[in-house]
């Protein structure tokens, strides 16, 4: 792959990264506010409790980190059957 792909591969993997971390961050969130009635916690907070602050780190990092690896896979999938080289 030449240099003006791979260019054009990063800029695709990330404008599609960006937008499904957004989306999946929105429903994270929503998600959280359904299940507890509240807020999101703040972790930086000092009077919210460790184990809700832990509690949405790990949920917020798991959803997150799944959604890129599947749009990830989406993404090359997609480049390489429209371009029709792997990124």
Do not use: C
Not at 34 to 55: K, R, Y
Not at 59 to 87: F, K, N
């Amino acid at each position: 792959m030449g240099a003006t792909q791979k260019l054009f591969w990063k800029l695709y993997a990330g404008v599609i990264g960006a937008v499904t971390t957004i989306a999946a961050q929105r429903l994270l969130k929503a998600g959280w506010k359904l299940v507890t009635g509240n807020e999101p916690p703040s972790v930086t907070d000092p009077d919210t409790p460790v184990l809700e602050a832990i509690t949405w780190a790990l949920a917020s990092g798991v959803g997150i980190g799944v959604t890129q690896v599947l749009t990830q896979r989406m993404a090359a999938r997609h480049w390489e059957r429209e371009i029709g080289s792997r990124q």
